[in-house]
């Protein structure tokens, strides 16, 4: 796990008279201040200490962070963007109960938040796969701070892809009438991968936009900037020897997803579309793949159970050993 510390002062400011107003003061003429001489003590400053962490090797560059209000329209009460090299950090925050979010960023770019002025914008804000990658993922996190004179809060920052590694594949035809036979896998590919998602959405957050509804749309696909992510070249033949593969996918889960191995076998063209019911946000599926009958026909009906078995293992996103930065 990456973990980033940041300690943030909330200055409460239905409470406390403002720093700026004391320090003008402070500098007014002699003969307008009392005669009496006399310390000044500083208002009391209300802290909170946020521990943002992440689950991703490479360092994110900046974290957009919200205050959102909990009640009514739930206004934006404030916003920053913290720089991973800044130190130390203090938000300022108004008082009570607030929302927070938290957005990976690249540095400087804010222009695009000018307009959230309330929680349920910042909602409809996607990620996409025309920016997003396993390489550098992008991250998100949400969570209700209670109102409180101090607190320490846990807020994990996760990404929304889902990666699908194959790691091989294999055939067993055995007690078929092509059982001599091998499956040539000419091309693999993700159907109904999602490409867009609401981070922030309520519910099962399900894809806003896929490709490959059924059948490849290799033009949609080719548009992407990282189109391996959803095709990539066969493994040639493949016979009852288990066949290697280094074969990696990402996309944003959807009900339907699936994985396509699309070939022949005796030269009749067939697909295999296994259903990928596992997929989910920030987890990394890895399988072996073994091929017990003859695909379908139509890539867009999904395998029977007893046509492919599947041995997968379930991780979380890619982990790293400790780091500590400190703000």
């Known amino acids: 796990m990456y973990h980033q510390y940041f300690n ?90 607030k929302i927070l979010v938290a957005l990976s960023a690249k540095a400087g770019e804010s222009a695009q938040w000018y307009r959230i002025c309330t929680f349920g914008q910042l909602c409809k804000h996607t990620f996409s796969m025309m920016e997003d990658s396993p390489e550098r993922p992008l ?9 409180a004179a101090s607190r320490r809060v846990n807020l994990v920052l996760k990404p929304m892809l889902s990666q699908i590694r194959i790691r091989s594949v294999s055939c067993d035809f055995s007690g078929r009438p092509y059982s001599g036979l091998s499956f040539h896998n000419s091309k693999l590919y993700l159907s109904y991968a999602g490409t867009e998602c609401r981070p922030l959405e309520a519910g099962d957050r399900q894809p806003v936009s896929w490709i490959n509804s059924g059948a490849l749309d290799s033009i949609a696909v080719m548009s992407f900037p990282r189109p391996q992510l959803f095709m990539r070249e066969g493994l040639g033949n493949i016979g009852s020897a288990r066949k290697n593969s280094d074969a990696e996918f990402a996309c944003y889960p959807h009900p339907d997803t699936r994985l396509v191995l699309e070939g022949d076998i005796g030269g009749t063209r067939c697909f295999y579309p296994i259903p990928l019911k596992m997929l989910a946000p920030g987890k990394i599926i890895s399988m072996d793949i073994t091929l017990r009958r003859f695909g379908v026909h139509d890539p867009d009906i999904p395998v029977e159970s007893d046509a492919v078995s599947l041995d997968i293992v379930t991780a979380p996103w890619d982990e790293r050993e400790a780091q500590y930065v400190n703000f």
């Not at 991250?139 to 109102?147: E, G, I, P, Q, V």
């Open 8 to 97: 943030f002062s909330l200055r409460l400011v239905a409470r406390y008279m403002s720093v700026v107003i004391i320090a003008a003061v402070l500098q007014c003429p002699a003969f307008l201040l009392s005669c009496t001489k006399a310390a000044v003590t500083p208002p009391t400053v209300e802290s909170a200490q946020i521990y943002i962490q992440w689950t991703k090797n490479p360092t994110i560059e900046a974290v957009d962070l919200f205050f959102f209000d909990t009640t009514g329209a739930k206004n934006l009460d404030a916003y920053q963007q913290i720089l991973e090299k800044q130190a130390p950090v203090y938000g300022v925050s108004g008082a009570g109960a």
């Open 139 to 147: 991250l998100s996190a949400c969570m209700l701070l209670d109102d």
